[in-house]
């Protein structure tokens, strides 16, 4: 049996006759698309497609480990690769009669991003990935004292809560971890935190992930916050799935500190992360490895200094462009429909168990699932490898799930209805592999 996109699936994504453009994989891409300016709302997600160069002989669901380049900021990065080479330390040192500098690029990105979530440039630092952020607000978080406790849980990424754990052993905190409710609803979620909470009278410092990588389950994070600042606890917001795959601003989730990566969602270069300290906050985030070249006053001292991809960083606001000529409530449609094309169609499979609510406020493009049976990490590596070598469908097993590991499945913004197609198909066909 073929299946074929539902009617939610194409009305959402693939408009005005795109479909049938879509259907072919060699079909290139015209050339207004690939020279069109970057003009806000400018790009319709039916045209989304056409502006990547990708790999079509695999149907690529494992995109959440970072963003492709769509042609437009891969060609901006090759410009500024070429530039940075060609002028080398006479851009980097600052010395260009033009003002052209490593300085004024710097701002740039740091402007660019601060433009995307809503906030002030001054409340921004560029880093090398959201890991790298989020593992600098934690371990140099001023306010913990030793035998003050930190919290977090099982679906947060492993890189945070390696850093939560490092306060245990290297700053005397207890640390506390929990399990995420399964199946979750936004009300046993904020009674889950609730509770973790009550229970820990001593805690100082939480953990908070938007968008958890392993299951795809949004948080409401505005109301965790809110939870634990009546209790006096900080929160660190893990927010790297949810900038530019989700529609909201910083303000909207009313955190002080977050950090994500801006090679995920908003399509910049590997190496690019960001770092937000409110800046009524600042003082509370110790500088980097006694980062005192830069005044204390700036954030960008919370960062190491050393080299970094300066062609990398100047490219992001290109990147953050091409964001806003999609569009970020365009781009959570496009991305919601896209998963809701293959969730909708395995609904009927009972061995299938999807892992996040139906609520749509509690999932986006990000979905994992279970199958009937599928118990250990061997199970999930040998289902995970099934898809690809029998059904040329590639995912990617996640572990660490008080529950058990999943299969996680992530559309791409270039992704296809041939694509989902595929997976379902593939659902079909596997889902009573371990029964």
Known sequence: MTISPNRRFLLKSFATGAPALLASSSVAAPYHLQEAALVPGSIPVSQLPFHYDVNRDIHNLENGYWGVLPRTIAAEYSRQ??????????????????????????????????????????????????????????????????????????????????????????????????????????????????DVLERTPNAKLLLVTQVSNRTGLVTPVKEIVAMARERGVDTVVDVAHGIACLDFKIEDIDADFAGWSVHKWTSAPLGT?????????????????????????????????????????????????????????AKEAHLRALRDGWVDAVADLRNVEICVPADPARYCTITSFRLKGMTTEADALHLQR?????????????????????????????SRPSDIDALVKALQAENSLFI
């Open 81 to 194: 690769i070429a530039m940075v080479n060609r002028d080398n330390s006479i851009w980097a040192r600052n010395v260009l009669p033009s003002g052209s500098c490593l300085a004024g690029g710097g701002q740039e990105a740091q402007a660019a991003i601060a433009r995307q979530v809503g906030c002030s440039p001054e409340e921004i630092a560029v880093t090398r990935s959201g890991s790298d952020a989020l593992q600098l607000l934690i371990v140099n978080y001023r306010l913990l004292k030793a035998g003050e406790a930190v919290i977090y849980c099982d679906l947060d990424y492993d890189a945070m809560i390696d850093a939560m754990d490092w306060l245990g052993t290297h700053r005397g905190a207890q640390v506390v971890r929990f399990a995420m409710p399964e199946p979750a609803t936004t009300a046993n979620i904020l009674q889950a935190y609730h």
């Open 273 to 329: 992360g960001a770092m937000y300290i409110r800046s009524s906050r600042l003082k509370d985030i110790d500088v980097a490895y006694d980062n005192h070249h830069i005044p204390v006053s700036k954030i960008q001292a919370r960062v190491p200094a050393g080299t970094i991809n300066f062609a990398a960083i100047l490219t992001i606001p290109k990147a953050v462009d091409f964001h806003f000529a999609v569009g970020a409530a």
């Open 386 to 414: 099934v898809l690809l070598q029998k059904h040329n469908v590639h995912t990617v097993w996640r572990g660490g799930i008080a529950k058990g590991p999943v299969i996680r499945v992530t559309p791409g913004l270039y």
